[in-house]
């Protein structure tokens, strides 16, 4: 199976930053695709920031000269880093990445994973 897990989240003053990391481990033969998804308490799961296999970023407008996805494809680690917090940033935090997965019997597949988030507060 393949796992992804967050972490970096926490409580940060408006202004403040944060540096969220998601680790991938498992049955893992390539990370096509990472990004990260938002949920604000009472509010629909939103896009924040992908980043594709070619390393073409795509930012929600809320976050654009703010956020920046970046990965390091050796580690199969994705991170968000997060500058000039403000309260409407607050949300849990998730991690979604398209993986290919190689099988034993030499199989692949693709498969959309999600982590279980990690809570971002932004409050004085």
């Known amino acids: 199976q393949v796992q992804l897990v967050e972490s970096g989240g926490g409580l940060v003053q408006p202004g403040g930053s944060l540096r969220l990391s998601c680790a991938a481990s498992?049955?893992?033969?390539?990370?096509?695709?990472m990004g990260w998804y938002r949920q604000a308490p009472g509010k629909a799961r939103e896009m924040v920031a992908t980043?594709?296999?070619?390393?073409?970023?795509n930012y929600a407008d809320s976050v654009k000269g703010r956020f920046t996805i970046t990965r390091d494809m050796v580690n199969n680690t994705g991170y968000l880093q997060m500058n000039n917090l403000n309260p409407e940033d607050t949300a849990v935090y998730y991690c979604?990445?398209?993986?290919?997965?190689?099988?034993?019997?030499?199989?692949?597949?693709?498969?959309?994973?999600w982590g279980k988030g990690t809570l971002v507060t932004v409050s004085s």
């Open positions: 980043m594709s296999s070619s390393g073409v970023t």
């Open positions: 498992g049955k893992i033969r390539s990370i096509k695709a």
């Open positions: 979604n990445a398209h993986v290919e997965r190689l099988w034993p019997t030499g199989d692949i597949d693709g498969v959309d994973y």
